[in-house]
Protein backbone atom coordinates (compact mmCIF):
# COMPACT_ATOMS: atom_id res chain seq x y z
CA UNK A 1 0.00 0.00 0.00
CA UNK A 2 1.20 3.32 -1.19
CA UNK A 3 0.81 5.88 1.75
CA UNK A 4 2.25 9.27 2.30
CA UNK A 5 5.30 9.13 4.45
CA UNK A 6 7.98 12.25 6.26
CA UNK A 7 11.68 11.86 5.99
CA UNK A 8 13.35 14.52 7.21
CA UNK A 9 12.06 17.45 5.95
CA UNK A 10 10.50 15.82 2.97
CA UNK A 11 6.69 14.15 2.33
CA UNK A 12 6.66 11.57 -0.04
CA UNK A 13 4.86 9.11 -1.77
CA UNK A 14 5.85 5.80 -0.57
CA UNK A 15 4.97 2.16 -0.43
CA UNK A 16 4.48 0.82 3.07
CA UNK A 17 5.28 -2.52 3.78
CA UNK A 18 6.97 -5.38 2.32
CA UNK A 19 7.97 -5.08 -0.80
CA UNK A 20 7.14 -8.03 -2.52
CA UNK A 21 6.97 -7.42 -6.72
CA UNK A 22 9.76 -6.26 -8.64
CA UNK A 23 8.25 -3.78 -9.92
CA UNK A 24 7.34 -1.93 -6.58
CA UNK A 25 9.13 0.79 -5.66
CA UNK A 26 11.60 0.42 -2.77
CA UNK A 27 11.76 2.48 -0.03
CA UNK A 28 13.22 1.55 3.24
CA UNK A 29 12.84 3.50 6.69
CA UNK A 30 15.56 2.29 7.97
CA UNK A 31 18.01 3.88 5.96
CA UNK A 32 16.66 6.98 7.16
CA UNK A 33 19.84 6.94 8.81
CA UNK A 34 21.94 6.89 5.76
CA UNK A 35 20.04 9.87 4.37
CA UNK A 36 20.20 11.62 7.34
CA UNK A 37 23.68 11.75 6.90
CA UNK A 38 24.50 12.64 3.53
CA UNK A 39 22.26 15.23 4.23
CA UNK A 40 24.79 16.38 6.99
CA UNK A 41 27.95 15.54 4.65
CA UNK A 42 26.41 17.37 1.61
CA UNK A 43 26.13 20.27 3.91
CA UNK A 44 29.30 20.48 5.30
CA UNK A 45 30.27 20.11 1.68
CA UNK A 46 28.80 22.67 0.57
CA UNK A 47 30.75 24.67 3.45
CA UNK A 48 33.69 24.41 1.61
CA UNK A 49 32.03 25.22 -2.08
CA UNK A 50 31.86 28.59 -3.38
CA UNK A 51 29.17 28.54 -6.05
CA UNK A 52 26.02 26.21 -6.43
CA UNK A 53 26.08 22.43 -7.50
CA UNK A 54 24.48 19.94 -9.71
CA UNK A 55 23.28 17.04 -7.59
CA UNK A 56 23.01 13.45 -9.12
CA UNK A 57 20.43 11.23 -7.24
CA UNK A 58 21.31 7.95 -9.61
CA UNK A 59 19.37 5.41 -7.96
CA UNK A 60 16.66 7.32 -7.06
CA UNK A 61 13.63 4.38 -6.28
CA UNK A 62 11.20 7.28 -4.77
CA UNK A 63 13.11 10.31 -4.96
CA UNK A 64 13.03 11.01 -1.25
CA UNK A 65 16.98 10.88 -1.06
CA UNK A 66 17.43 13.89 -3.79
CA UNK A 67 14.03 15.21 -2.27
CA UNK A 68 15.94 15.76 1.23
CA UNK A 69 19.20 17.40 -0.59
CA UNK A 70 17.17 19.79 -2.06
CA UNK A 71 14.89 20.66 0.85
CA UNK A 72 17.95 20.16 3.85
CA UNK A 73 20.57 22.07 1.58
CA UNK A 74 21.45 25.39 0.64
CA UNK A 75 22.63 26.65 -2.98
CA UNK A 76 21.65 23.25 -5.40
CA UNK A 77 21.37 24.75 -9.13
CA UNK A 78 19.58 21.66 -10.50
CA UNK A 79 19.22 17.77 -9.56
CA UNK A 80 18.53 15.07 -11.78
CA UNK A 81 16.52 12.00 -10.48
CA UNK A 82 17.48 9.05 -12.32
CA UNK A 83 15.76 4.56 -12.02
CA UNK A 84 15.64 1.83 -14.41
CA UNK A 85 11.86 1.44 -12.37
CA UNK A 86 9.37 2.99 -14.38
CA UNK A 87 7.13 2.91 -11.54
CA UNK A 88 10.02 4.56 -10.05
CA UNK A 89 9.74 7.31 -12.54
CA UNK A 90 6.16 7.94 -11.99
CA UNK A 91 6.15 8.19 -8.09
CA UNK A 92 9.31 10.57 -8.63
CA UNK A 93 7.73 12.98 -10.54
CA UNK A 94 4.44 12.94 -8.24
CA UNK A 95 7.10 13.71 -5.21
CA UNK A 96 8.78 16.11 -6.74
CA UNK A 97 5.73 18.25 -7.39
CA UNK A 98 4.55 17.14 -3.89
CA UNK A 99 7.28 18.62 -2.34
CA UNK A 100 7.99 21.80 -5.21
CA UNK A 101 11.13 20.73 -6.43
CA UNK A 102 12.46 23.00 -9.19
CA UNK A 103 15.05 22.42 -11.94
CA UNK A 104 15.02 18.65 -11.54
CA UNK A 105 15.26 16.42 -14.50
CA UNK A 106 14.32 12.93 -14.33
CA UNK A 107 15.81 9.90 -16.03
CA UNK A 108 14.63 6.24 -16.37
CA UNK A 109 17.87 4.90 -17.55
CA UNK A 110 20.77 2.53 -16.19
CA UNK A 111 22.99 4.24 -13.88
CA UNK A 112 25.77 4.00 -15.85
CA UNK A 113 24.22 5.41 -19.09
CA UNK A 114 22.52 8.19 -17.28
CA UNK A 115 26.24 8.89 -15.86
CA UNK A 116 28.07 8.92 -19.08
CA UNK A 117 25.86 11.90 -20.09
CA UNK A 118 27.60 14.12 -17.44
CA UNK A 119 31.24 13.74 -17.62
CA UNK A 120 32.86 15.69 -15.20
CA UNK A 121 29.80 17.75 -14.97
CA UNK A 122 28.02 16.35 -11.37
CA UNK A 123 29.34 18.10 -8.53
CA UNK A 124 27.89 15.41 -5.97
CA UNK A 125 27.08 11.78 -7.54
CA UNK A 126 25.11 9.69 -4.90
CA UNK A 127 25.50 5.96 -5.80
CA UNK A 128 22.90 4.29 -3.49
CA UNK A 129 21.72 -0.04 -5.00
CA UNK A 130 20.78 -2.66 -4.10
CA UNK A 131 23.97 -4.93 -2.70
CA UNK A 132 27.57 -3.84 -4.51
CA UNK A 133 27.97 -0.12 -5.96
CA UNK A 134 31.04 -1.70 -8.52
CA UNK A 135 29.16 -2.29 -11.37
CA UNK A 136 28.66 2.04 -11.08
CA UNK A 137 32.01 2.85 -10.04
CA UNK A 138 33.65 3.74 -13.58
CA UNK A 139 30.81 5.69 -14.46
CA UNK A 140 30.54 7.75 -11.28
CA UNK A 141 33.94 8.59 -11.48
CA UNK A 142 34.24 9.85 -14.68
CA UNK A 143 30.84 11.97 -14.22
CA UNK A 144 31.82 13.62 -11.33
CA UNK A 145 33.20 16.83 -11.35
CA UNK A 146 36.72 18.63 -10.42
CA UNK A 147 36.31 19.30 -6.59
CA UNK A 148 32.85 17.53 -6.39
CA UNK A 149 31.58 14.73 -3.90
CA UNK A 150 31.13 10.84 -4.58
CA UNK A 151 29.12 9.80 -2.10
CA UNK A 152 28.65 5.71 -2.47
CA UNK A 153 26.53 3.01 -0.31
CA UNK A 154 27.78 -0.86 -0.27
CA UNK A 155 25.57 -3.01 1.13
CA UNK A 156 26.77 -6.39 0.14
CA UNK A 157 28.81 -6.15 3.65
CA UNK A 158 29.28 -9.94 3.85
CA UNK A 159 31.82 -9.82 1.05
CA UNK A 160 33.37 -7.45 1.50
CA UNK A 161 33.56 -8.38 5.18
CA UNK A 162 35.00 -11.88 4.89
CA UNK A 163 32.05 -14.00 4.80
CA UNK A 164 31.88 -14.77 0.41
CA UNK A 165 35.99 -14.29 -0.24
CA UNK A 166 35.39 -15.27 -3.54
CA UNK A 167 32.45 -12.82 -4.42
CA UNK A 168 35.05 -10.36 -2.72
CA UNK A 169 37.91 -11.45 -5.66
CA UNK A 170 35.79 -11.47 -7.83
CA UNK A 171 33.84 -8.63 -7.26
CA UNK A 172 36.65 -5.95 -5.50
CA UNK A 173 39.82 -7.61 -6.82
CA UNK A 174 40.69 -8.18 -3.17
CA UNK A 175 41.30 -10.76 -0.19
CA UNK A 176 38.73 -9.22 2.49
CA UNK A 177 39.44 -10.57 6.11
CA UNK A 178 37.13 -12.45 8.57
CA UNK A 179 38.62 -11.37 11.81
CA UNK A 180 38.20 -8.39 14.44
CA UNK A 181 38.71 -5.68 11.71
CA UNK A 182 36.50 -7.17 8.89
CA UNK A 183 34.05 -4.13 8.73
CA UNK A 184 36.88 -1.69 8.76
CA UNK A 185 39.15 -3.78 6.48
CA UNK A 186 35.66 -3.89 3.92
CA UNK A 187 35.31 -0.11 3.85
CA UNK A 188 39.28 0.17 2.93
CA UNK A 189 38.72 -2.53 0.21
CA UNK A 190 35.92 -0.45 -1.13
CA UNK A 191 37.28 2.63 -1.20
CA UNK A 192 40.11 1.54 -3.08
CA UNK A 193 37.92 0.45 -5.77
CA UNK A 194 36.98 3.90 -5.97
CA UNK A 195 40.09 5.47 -5.94
CA UNK A 196 41.49 2.76 -8.74
CA UNK A 197 38.32 3.84 -10.70
CA UNK A 198 38.98 7.49 -9.86
CA UNK A 199 42.83 7.63 -10.92
CA UNK A 200 41.87 6.22 -14.53
CA UNK A 201 40.52 9.61 -15.49
CA UNK A 202 43.24 11.66 -13.27
CA UNK A 203 41.03 12.11 -10.62
CA UNK A 204 42.51 11.97 -7.17
CA UNK A 205 39.69 10.57 -4.52
CA UNK A 206 39.94 11.65 -0.64
CA UNK A 207 37.79 9.71 1.36
CA UNK A 208 36.19 12.13 4.14
CA UNK A 209 33.72 10.39 5.26
CA UNK A 210 33.40 7.09 6.14
CA UNK A 211 31.16 4.40 8.20
CA UNK A 212 29.43 0.84 9.40
CA UNK A 213 25.91 0.64 10.13
CA UNK A 214 23.80 -2.60 10.46
CA UNK A 215 24.22 -4.07 7.74
CA UNK A 216 25.58 -1.23 5.00
CA UNK A 217 28.85 0.64 4.45
CA UNK A 218 28.71 4.26 3.28
CA UNK A 219 31.32 6.23 2.27
CA UNK A 220 32.13 9.98 0.86
CA UNK A 221 34.78 11.48 -0.95
CA UNK A 222 36.39 15.12 -2.53
CA UNK A 223 37.53 14.77 -5.48
CA UNK A 224 40.27 16.85 -7.44
CA UNK A 225 41.29 16.74 -11.24
CA UNK A 226 44.84 16.45 -11.60
CA UNK A 227 47.86 13.93 -12.27
CA UNK A 228 49.43 14.45 -9.05
CA UNK A 229 46.58 13.98 -7.18
CA UNK A 230 45.45 10.61 -8.72
CA UNK A 231 49.04 9.49 -8.24
CA UNK A 232 48.16 9.46 -4.35
CA UNK A 233 45.10 7.21 -4.86
CA UNK A 234 47.70 4.34 -6.22
CA UNK A 235 50.27 5.46 -3.32
CA UNK A 236 47.06 5.12 -0.62
CA UNK A 237 46.48 1.54 -1.79
CA UNK A 238 48.24 -1.01 -0.19
CA UNK A 239 47.16 -3.76 2.34
CA UNK A 240 46.37 -4.90 6.26
CA UNK A 241 48.84 -7.47 7.21
CA UNK A 242 47.40 -9.67 9.83
CA UNK A 243 48.36 -11.66 12.13
CA UNK A 244 45.82 -14.77 13.52
CA UNK A 245 48.02 -15.48 16.62
CA UNK A 246 49.29 -12.74 18.06
CA UNK A 247 47.25 -9.75 16.87
CA UNK A 248 49.77 -8.23 14.74
CA UNK A 249 47.85 -5.72 12.33
CA UNK A 250 49.00 -2.98 10.53
CA UNK A 251 48.64 -0.72 7.16
CA UNK A 252 51.35 -1.53 4.73
CA UNK A 253 52.22 -0.98 1.55
CA UNK A 254 53.78 -3.75 0.46
CA UNK A 255 53.36 -7.31 1.58
CA UNK A 256 54.42 -8.79 4.56
CA UNK A 257 55.28 -12.77 4.67
CA UNK A 258 55.92 -13.82 8.15
CA UNK A 259 55.26 -12.56 11.52
CA UNK A 260 57.41 -11.71 14.40
CA UNK A 261 55.70 -14.05 16.98
CA UNK A 262 56.75 -17.05 13.33
CA UNK A 263 53.04 -16.73 12.50
CA UNK A 264 51.92 -16.72 8.62
CA UNK A 265 50.65 -12.80 7.46
CA UNK A 266 47.46 -12.59 6.29
CA UNK A 267 47.52 -9.73 3.34
CA UNK A 268 44.44 -8.62 3.30
CA UNK A 269 43.67 -6.47 -0.11
CA UNK A 270 44.60 -4.38 -1.92
CA UNK A 271 42.79 -1.75 0.12
CA UNK A 272 42.79 1.95 1.04
CA UNK A 273 46.33 2.34 3.74
CA UNK A 274 45.28 6.27 3.76
CA UNK A 275 42.94 7.41 6.29
CA UNK A 276 39.13 7.07 5.64
CA UNK A 277 38.15 9.71 7.57
CA UNK A 278 38.97 13.68 7.29
CA UNK A 279 39.20 14.98 10.40
CA UNK A 280 37.65 18.61 9.98
CA UNK A 281 35.11 17.11 7.69
CA UNK A 282 33.72 14.69 10.69
CA UNK A 283 33.94 17.19 13.43
CA UNK A 284 32.03 19.55 11.11
CA UNK A 285 29.60 16.64 10.08
CA UNK A 286 29.20 15.49 14.27
CA UNK A 287 28.40 19.42 14.85
CA UNK A 288 25.70 19.70 12.27
CA UNK A 289 24.04 15.99 13.94
CA UNK A 290 20.02 16.86 14.46
CA UNK A 291 18.73 13.17 15.64
CA UNK A 292 20.32 11.06 18.50
CA UNK A 293 21.81 8.20 16.28
CA UNK A 294 23.81 10.53 13.56
CA UNK A 295 25.14 12.55 16.88
CA UNK A 296 26.30 9.86 18.28
CA UNK A 297 27.81 8.04 15.16
CA UNK A 298 29.21 11.33 14.13
CA UNK A 299 30.70 12.50 17.50
CA UNK A 300 32.93 8.66 17.63
CA UNK A 301 33.85 9.22 14.06
CA UNK A 302 35.41 12.50 14.50
CA UNK A 303 37.78 11.07 17.69
CA UNK A 304 38.88 8.18 16.05
CA UNK A 305 39.48 10.52 12.42
CA UNK A 306 42.12 12.07 14.29
CA UNK A 307 44.64 9.38 13.39
CA UNK A 308 44.91 6.99 10.72
CA UNK A 309 45.90 3.52 12.21
CA UNK A 310 43.79 0.57 12.98
CA UNK A 311 41.50 -0.48 15.83
CA UNK A 312 41.79 -3.71 17.97
CA UNK A 313 39.00 -5.44 19.02
CA UNK A 314 39.39 -5.89 23.24
CA UNK A 315 37.66 -9.05 23.49
CA UNK A 316 39.62 -10.29 20.82
CA UNK A 317 42.70 -9.93 22.40
CA UNK A 318 41.67 -10.93 26.10
CA UNK A 319 40.92 -14.10 23.87
CA UNK A 320 44.63 -14.69 22.47
CA UNK A 321 45.88 -13.57 25.95
CA UNK A 322 42.98 -16.18 27.40
CA UNK A 323 42.17 -13.49 30.23
CA UNK A 324 39.27 -11.68 30.90
CA UNK A 325 40.16 -7.84 29.79
CA UNK A 326 39.00 -5.21 31.69
CA UNK A 327 36.75 -2.44 31.15
CA UNK A 328 36.90 -0.25 27.55
CA UNK A 329 37.90 2.84 29.38
CA UNK A 330 40.50 1.46 31.62
CA UNK A 331 42.66 0.63 28.80
CA UNK A 332 41.80 3.52 27.08
CA UNK A 333 43.40 5.82 29.73
CA UNK A 334 46.57 3.50 30.03
CA UNK A 335 47.21 3.73 26.65
CA UNK A 336 46.66 7.48 26.53
CA UNK A 337 49.06 7.72 29.91
CA UNK A 338 52.04 6.23 27.82
CA UNK A 339 51.64 8.71 25.30
CA UNK A 340 49.47 6.94 22.48
CA UNK A 341 46.71 7.79 20.09
CA UNK A 342 43.23 5.95 21.56
CA UNK A 343 40.45 6.40 21.01
CA UNK A 344 36.82 4.61 20.63
CA UNK A 345 35.81 3.62 16.78
CA UNK A 346 32.53 3.63 15.62
CA UNK A 347 33.55 -0.01 14.05
CA UNK A 348 32.88 -1.87 17.73
CA UNK A 349 31.69 -1.18 20.89
CA UNK A 350 34.74 -3.24 22.40
CA UNK A 351 37.10 -1.74 19.63
CA UNK A 352 39.92 0.73 20.89
CA UNK A 353 41.77 2.55 17.56
CA UNK A 354 45.14 3.11 18.38
CA UNK A 355 49.04 3.42 17.36
CA UNK A 356 49.73 1.29 19.83
CA UNK A 357 51.02 -2.53 19.15
CA UNK A 358 48.81 -5.73 20.11
CA UNK A 359 51.64 -6.60 22.82
CA UNK A 360 50.79 -2.70 24.43
CA UNK A 361 47.37 -4.04 25.07
CA UNK A 362 48.08 -7.72 25.57
CA UNK A 363 50.63 -7.21 28.62
CA UNK A 364 48.34 -4.67 30.27
CA UNK A 365 45.36 -7.10 29.88
C1 LIG B 1 18.30 0.80 -2.86
S1 LIG B 1 17.20 1.48 -4.01
C2 LIG B 1 17.49 3.22 -3.87
C3 LIG B 1 16.95 3.79 -2.61
C4 LIG B 1 16.95 5.31 -2.55
N1 LIG B 1 18.19 5.90 -2.96
C5 LIG B 1 16.56 5.76 -1.14
O1 LIG B 1 17.37 6.46 -0.47
O2 LIG B 1 15.45 5.42 -0.71
C6 LIG B 1 17.94 1.12 -5.55
C7 LIG B 1 17.14 1.58 -6.76
O3 LIG B 1 17.96 1.39 -7.91
C8 LIG B 1 17.15 1.00 -9.00
N2 LIG B 1 18.03 0.29 -9.94
C9 LIG B 1 18.54 -0.97 -9.86
N3 LIG B 1 19.42 -1.19 -10.85
C10 LIG B 1 19.51 -0.04 -11.56
C11 LIG B 1 20.30 0.38 -12.67
N4 LIG B 1 21.16 -0.45 -13.24
N5 LIG B 1 20.16 1.64 -13.12
C12 LIG B 1 19.27 2.51 -12.54
N6 LIG B 1 18.48 2.14 -11.48
C13 LIG B 1 18.61 0.91 -11.00
C14 LIG B 1 16.04 0.15 -8.40
O4 LIG B 1 14.88 0.20 -9.23
C15 LIG B 1 15.84 0.83 -7.04
O5 LIG B 1 14.78 1.76 -7.10
ZN1 LIG C 1 52.07 -12.79 15.07
Known amino acids: ???????????IKAFSGEITKKDEVFYNPKMKMNRDISVIALNVFQGTRDRDIVVGDMLSATGIRGIRYCLECKNIKSIIFNDLNPNAIKLINENITLNKIKNA???SLDACEALSRYKFLIDYVDIDPFGSPIQFLDSAARAVSNKGLLGVTATDTAPLSGTYPRAALRKYGAVALREDIKHEVGIRI????IARECAKYDKGFNPVLSYFHEHYFRVFGTIKKTRSSAELNIKN????????KCGFRELTKEKISICDCGEKIINAGPLWI???FDNDFCKNA???AKTFDAKKLLETISLESEKNCLFYDIHYLSKIKKKAAPKTEKILEHLKKQGFFASRTHFSPTGIRTDAKAEDIIDFI
Not at 1 to 11: F, N, Q, W
Not at 190 to 193: I, P
Not at 237 to 244: D, E, I, Q, R, S
Request: proline share 0%.
Open 1 to 11: MYKIITDGAAK
Open 105 to 107: TVL
Open 190 to 193: LLAN
Open 237 to 244: TGYVAYCK
Open 274 to 276: GSI
Open 286 to 288: SKK
